[in-house]
């Protein structure tokens, strides 16, 4: 029984996750004006190359679940922590991430070598 008490909390804490950060986006795209995010897992370049893509309510799904994970009720903190998350940050985290995790730009004065 354990168990089964255990899997129902980590589903809990999934699905209240995932609902809170749809909830923000939506939040935030109604007090923005903006057309709310969807839910992809894919994007295409270009080129029409398909490259993954971890959109603004997948990426805020990680710090809701962590929340949801350290406080009691789960279901309950990782949906308010979810929606929090969505709507006062957006995609401002996906962006700071992304940019630190991007390449500096070469920016020495030397030519390259022949």
């Avoid at 809990?12 to 995932?18: E, F, M, Q």
């Avoid at 940019?99 to 070598?113: I, K, Q, R, V």
Wanted: hydrophobic share 50%.
């Amino acid at each position: 029984m354990k168990a089964l008490r255990i899997l129902g909390n980590v589903i809990g804490a999934l699905v209240g996750a995932l609902l809170g950060n749809w909830l923000g986006d939506q939040l935030r795209g109604i007090l923005r004006g903006e057309p709310a995010r969807e839910w992809q897992l894919l994007s295409y370049d270009e080129q029409g190359q398909a490259t993954l893509a971890a959109n603004v309510v997948l990426s805020n799904f990680i710090p809701a679940l962590a929340v949801g994970a350290l406080l009691k009720p789960h279901w309950l903190w990782s949906l308010i922590s979810g929606a929090a998350i969505s709507a006062l940050l957006g995609e401002d985290l996906e962006k700071f991430i992304d940019g630190m995790l991007a390449p500096a730009e070469n920016t020495s004065a030397s030519p390259p070598c022949p």
